[in-house]
């Protein structure tokens, strides 16, 4: 299963009846999945559908020309099965069986990180829709769950939380309690959602007492099932777990599904006499996360997953990050995405495309003693693709940052807000600066605004491997949906529908350069004035990013270019003025401050950057060339000072170089046409 959490998630076609479910699966198919990595791919028998599941029957069938040699056969089986996208599960299917009956057979195994969990814990989980937080928390239910005591063996043995445990881990000794929030209904006057939201509660809890009713030496569950006051049904409910000397493992799925539905909905049409998002938080709070904070004398475990952080007042001493050695329980690291792209496609994947393609996400702030992951669902439909497969992208994916962006207004003085032209800055610099600032809850209805820690919750950005303190874009993805909100704004301030054809024809087609660069200077002289005092500076990336992706001015599509590291890719491709046809470009930026700092010393105010810019502003290109300029040295190991003229070199390049300087000018130097 290609992935959500424990396997990640990718429906496959149900095994051949062929192969003996009682056998060491991972032994018998280990050999063409070995690729010389610690990751493996697990090849699992099928198993019957639990009683009212929904899930569809696949079968295939196998070519009759295949060779009858296990290795062989192995490798074409999984290279000719017919897969299939995962689809959500019906609302019959319960999620926390994800485990036991996923969506593939062929799975990334992640139960690894299930050893380093300690006896108790509380932990909340946040990542984007569809990263795997279901089917991990469905791993650890039925992993403590004492009814699963016989299968265990069975569902668990060949995985790594078995196999690779220097000390067998305790499992099968909890009773176990989930809730998913997500099919709890909330759209209506206050009252009706808690008499709902009360009665759904209840009746997960009846569940409970039936299941369990061996367990708690109920003879007659019914008694307690008739309780109809809340509180007293889950007071009743925990004192039989104590008195029978058990303990529980909750998990709690979806926890922020009521807060999205509401306030996103809310955005739009407010309904007099409607519930508030606030108000729905207040009586989840009361009716299920005080009963169960204050049980924890008997709650050895609790697992809560979401996207968005909400505030809870019950759940404030709850950390975001999950616990030591957790940051990768969802989705894939690069060797887990290896291995399951070279199992399927016959071939090492290209990592940088990928890493593009599926993102590369950090979600805890110790950015440091963090790996990256990459989004599982689009790294399923990227080598789908590669495989040459039909496997569209799901949309569901990134619904919800769709729908936040759909809020974000041009501009706000909420603080902290985003805005669209701050998106648009985002495009410019490739990075936003969150200071100090800590993870505040989703509450676009109270606070009016967005924050970026609700962009990156969402899947839109990420810390940048280099600084807490920072985000950056996270995949192409969301670089496209950051697009379509801030285009039009962008296109109407520089008029670029109107100039950058005529800009590209002259420059491409009859050698003359100069109205594509005095249109690229004025974005940057724009996009500088608007950074000063900021951390970071618009690059000549983010320009083109900006100028060349615009929806508006291009009907075809283009690779990203903010997401290469303008330290790191020298090239890049863009459209040139004929149809189907690129040029390959060179973009080199020098910073602003850089200039600053090889005439001045000590740290520029934003006023003393703003004046030292204009002045930039009024120098002609030779006097330009020969001005200082402050940089890194490698061959030094120090700081440097150099002039902007031995940034040209002395023979034309064989590709165009453009070069940024000071957030004042782009300047070009090229072949002449004749030699070209």
Request: glycine share 4%.
């Amino acid at each position: 299963m290609v992935t959500s959490d424990t396997v990640e998630i990718v429906h496959v076609a149900s095994c051949p009846n062929s192969i003996n479910p009682g056998v060491e699966i991972c032994d018998c198919f280990k050999p063409q999945f070995d690729i010389g990595l610690d990751t493996k791919l697990i090849f699992l028998p099928p198993s019957s559908p639990s009683p009212g599941s929904t899930s569809s029957k696949r079968s295939f069938r196998w070519d009759e020309n295949e060779s009858s040699s296990d290795g062989e056969r192995g490798q074409k089986r999984v290279k000719r099965r017919s897969l299939s996208p995962f689809l959500p599960h019906s609302r019959a299917f319960r999620a926390i069986d994800a485990f036991l009956h996923p969506p593939s057979d062929l799975f990334i195994d992640k139960t690894k990180r299930i050893i380093d969990l300690p006896d108790k814990f509380q932990c909340l989980v946040l990542r984007p829709p569809q990263f795997g937080k279901t089917m991990f928390l469905s791993t650890l239910y039925h992993f403590y769950d004492k009814h699963g005591t016989e299968q265990f063996n069975k569902r668990f043995g060949f995985l790594d939380v078995v196999t690779k445990a220097a000390t067998p881990v305790q499992h099968n000794q909890h009773l176990c309690l989930s809730f998913d929030l997500s099919v709890f209904w909330v759209s209506s006057a206050l009252t009706v959602i808690a008499s709902r939201l009360k009665n759904q509660i209840s009746h997960v809890l009846d569940s409970f007492l039936i299941e369990y009713a061996t367990e708690l030496d109920l003879s007659n569950p019914q008694n307690y099932m008739e309780e109809k006051d809340l509180e007293r049904k889950f007071t009743k409910t925990f004192d039989l777990v104590r008195a029978c000397g058990h303990s529980l493992f909750v998990g709690v799925d979806n926890y922020d599904s009521p807060t999205r539905k509401l306030t996103l909905a809310a955005h739009k049409t407010v309904r007099k006499g409607f519930a508030t998002a606030r108000d729905v938080e207040n009586l989840l709070d009361s009716c299920l996360w005080r009963p169960l904070m204050a049980a924890t004398d008997v709650i050895d475990k609790l697992w809560v997953t979401g996207a968005l952080l909400v505030d809870y007042p019950s759940l404030r001493s709850l950390a975001t990050d999950g616990g030591p050695g957790l940051d990768s329980v969802c989705g894939f690291t690069e060797e887990e995405a290896q291995c399951f792209a070279q199992s399927l496609v016959h071939e090492a994947p290209d990592m940088a495309d990928l890493r593009r393609f599926c993102g590369s996400y950090v979600f805890s702030s110790q950015v440091a003693a963090t790996q990256s992951l990459l989004h599982p669902r689009l790294l399923i439909n990227r080598i789908f693709e590669m495989a040459l497969l039909d496997a569209p992208l799901d949309e569901d994916s990134f619904e919800l940052l769709s729908r936040i962006l759909e809020t974000v207004p041009e501009e706000s003085d909420a603080p902290q807000a985003v805005t669209l032209n701050g998106l648009i800055e985002l495009l410019a610099t490739g990075a936003v600066d969150i200071g100090d600032q800590s993870a505040a809850p989703f509450d676009l209805a109270a606070t009016k605004r967005v924050t970026w820690n609700d962009l990156h919750f969402a899947g839109a950005l990420t810390y940048d491997a280099q600084s807490s303190n920072t985000f950056k874009i996270a995949s192409r993805q969301a670089l496209s949906l950051i697009h379509s909100r801030v285009d039009h704004i962008f296109d109407d301030r520089h008029e670029l529908s109107c100039t950058i054809t005529n800009a590209l024809h002259h420059f491409s087609i009859q050698g003359d350069p100069e109205p594509f660069l005095e249109l690229l200077s004025r974005v940057l002289c724009d996009l500088a004035r608007r950074s000063f005092g900021r951390k970071h500076e618009p690059n000549l990336h983010g320009i083109f990013e900006l100028v060349m992706r615009n929806s508006r001015c291009w009907m075809r599509d283009v690779h990203p270019i903010i997401l290469q590291a303008a330290e790191n890719c020298r090239y890049t491709q863009v459209p040139a003025y004929q149809p189907e046809e690129e040029l390959i470009v060179e973009l080199k930026t020098l910073t602003l401050r850089g200039m600053w700092h090889a005439v001045n010393l000590g740290e520029p105010t934003a006023e003393a950057l703003a004046a030292f810019h204009e002045e930039l502003v009024k120098l002609k290109e030779d006097e330009l060339l020969a001005r200082p300029y402050t940089t890194w040295s490698p061959t030094l190991n120090a700081m440097e000072t150099v002039l902007v003229g031995s940034f040209f070199d002395s023979e034309p390049p064989e590709n165009p170089r453009f070069l940024a300087v000071g957030g004042a000018h782009v300047l070009l130097q090229q072949r002449p046409r004749e030699n070209i």
